[in-house]
Nanobody, 118 residues
């Protein structure tokens, strides 16, 4: 049984930083594509960042809106994934979800709220 558990959300002022964590059980992150999605008020869920293992290391992908501000990373020893968010903006306010994809099936965490005040 796959379980993903996020933590680290909260309330922060614009320009501030937060670091989200996602701990996994039942799935080995380094063997699968993992990522962070978010869903803002009245919006559809969107991909924020993804991380895929490749032969030479790993490949990352970011939404244009978060490039150069957010960084996705992974601790293989702890089977945990992170999203470092810097220079946060009010439009980053959303519920952030951890995602793991294995054999074409998506697994989701319960979500963590990030609120950025102006």
């Amino acid at each position: 049984q796959v379980q993903l558990l996020e933590s680290g959300g909260g309330l922060v002022q614009a320009g501030g930083s937060l670091k989200l964590s996602c701990a996994a059980s039942g799935m080995i992150f380094r063997l699968n594509t993992v990522g962070w999605y978010r869903q803002g008020p009245g919006k559809q869920r969107e991909l924020v960042a993804s991380l895929t293992s490749i032969t030479s290391g790993s490949s990352t992908k970011y939404a244009d809106s978060v490039k150069d501000r957010f960084t996705i990373s992974r601790d293989n020893g702890k089977n945990t994934m992170f999203l470092q968010m810097n220079s946060l903006k009010p439009e980053d306010t959303a519920i952030y979800y951890c995602n793991g994809r294995r054999n074409g099936q998506d697994y989701w965490g319960q979500g963590t709220q990030v609120t950025v005040s102006s």
